[in-house]
């Protein structure tokens, strides 16, 4: 059974930094699309970062390029998103999600998703 379970998240200042996790079970990294995604109370859920299934590109939404990094390790099958100089606009419930195959791996076209992680970057 596809499994994704994120963690890392919590209660930043301005600035700082977190890293989140996306743990993976019941199938390969390499075999699917992964994307970290956020959404925020209000707001629809929007792709903050992602690798393509098909050669492992990685992609970013221009809110996020320059301050946000993902990585993964395989032999871990963990996915990771590095954040840093964080801004009270990155506030969201963010979300890690897999699909074999999407148009573009920025785009909510995944059908597992795990069950979140709360990030609140506040003074």
């Known amino acids: 059974q596809l499994q994704l379970v994120e963690s890392g998240g919590g209660l930043v200042q301005p600035g700082g930094s977190l890293r989140l996790s996306c743990a993976a079970s019941?199938?390969?990294?390499?075999?699917?699309?992964i994307g970290w995604f956020r959404q925020a109370p209000g707001k629809e859920r929007e792709g903050v970062s992602c690798?393509?299934?098909?050669?492992?590109?990685?992609s970013y939404a221009d809110s996020v390029k320059g301050r946000f990094a993902i990585s993964r390790d395989n032999a871990k099958n963990t996915v990771y998103l590095q954040m840093n100089g964080l801004k009270p606009e990155d506030t969201a419930v963010y979300y890690c999600?897999?699909?074999?195959?999407?148009?573009?791996?920025?785009?909510?076209?995944?059908?597992?998703w795990g069950q979140g992680t709360q990030v609140t970057v506040s003074s």
């Open positions: 999600a897999a699909e074999r195959k999407v148009t573009h791996c920025l785009l909510p076209e995944y059908d597992y």
């Open positions: 690798f393509d299934s098909a050669d492992g590109s990685t």
């Open positions: 019941g199938f390969t990294l390499d075999d699917y699309a």
